[in-house]
């Protein structure tokens, strides 16, 4: 397994928290509606009363809302700024069942079976797969489960997009492949791969327009048919939602 250059990383995210970097990626994820939805109903339907450690939270992506639905939410990253600007955002809202912390999502330093949901967006991509699943089976519940949104590595207009802004991410970043969801299967015993965004890319230049909506949902409704008619095509999706239950330990395997 490839070491991670973690430095490397915390200071492209702490660029990225301070500056807003990656601005010029917002008019992909404006058409990114339907997987963030998928993702959302399933995290915050039933999250009362749950453990929960959110994955890669930058300056708290969906913590505060998990916090807000009574759930006990703990949350990690590798950048000092994004943690520190949660921080003062969770202190702002009087928030007192949520806590932040700086780090390494491959060497978690929590107690086995602390969680009983672990959730992430565009994380899982920046680490190495065997590393962060090791670890995320470690602590959750044996009845626990994890859900997370995450870039494929397959589709041609986005990977020349990728080409041509290498300053938008870093060397350690891996798009999915199909190898990658076939070892996370190794970890859980029952998953489930969502796929999002093909013919719906190319809303895009529409996506400042009154028309940017109704063209979104009938590309989305494209997407839904081809994956089902043409099962093959999932792979050229941009995003996955990656539903996980039933963790195995790998000393269990």
């Known amino acids: 397994m490839t070491k991670i250059n973690l430095g490397q990383e915390a200071r492209f995210h702490d660029w990225v928290f301070q500056s807003g970097g990656r601005k010029p990626v917002s008019k992909f994820y404006a058409v990114a509606k339907s997987g963030k939805e998928y993702y959302e109903k399933f995290l915050l339907s039933n999250c009362r009363g749950k453990?929960?450690?959110?994955?890669?939270?930058?300056?708290?992506?969906?913590a505060f809302a998990l916090a807000k639905r009574g759930a006990r939410v703990t949350a990690i990253d590798i950048?000092?700024?994004?943690?520190?600007l949660a921080k003062a955002r969770a202190h702002k809202e009087e928030l007192e069942n949520i806590s932040f912390c700086v780090m390494?999502?491959?060497?978690?330093?929590?107690?086995?079976?602390?969680?009983?949901?672990?959730c992430g967006k565009g994380i899982l991509h920046h680490l190495r797969i065997e590393k962060a699943l090791g670890e995320l089976t470690r602590v959750l519940k044996p009845e626990g489960k994890a859900i997370f949104l995450e870039p494929m590595g397959y589709n041609p207009a986005i990977n020349t997009f990728r080409k041509l802004t290498p300053r938008l991410r870093t060397e350690n970043e891996h798009p999915l492949t199909r190898k990658d969801l076939e070892l996370i299967e190794k970890y859980f015993g029952q998953t489930n791969h969502s796929f999002f965004n093909l013919s719906s890319l190319l809303a895009v230049p529409f996506r400042n327009t009154r028309k940017f909506s109704s063209i979104l949902e009938a590309l989305d409704s494209i997407d839904r048919s081809l994956f089902k008619w043409a099962?093959?095509?999932?792979?050229?999706?941009?995003?996955?939602?990656?539903?996980?239950?039933?963790p195995r330990k790998p000393a269990t395997w």
Not at 51 to 62: H, Q
Not at 104 to 118: I, R
Not at 231 to 246: G, S
Request: aromatic fraction near 14%.
């Open 79 to 84: 950048s000092e700024v994004g943690i520190e």
């Open 104 to 118: 390494d999502g491959e060497a978690m330093q929590f107690a086995d079976s602390s969680f009983d949901v672990a």
């Open 231 to 246: 099962p093959f095509l999932r792979w050229m999706a941009w995003q996955v939602v990656i539903t996980l239950n039933k």
């Open 51 to 62: 453990a929960i450690l959110e994955y890669g939270c930058g300056m708290g992506s969906y």
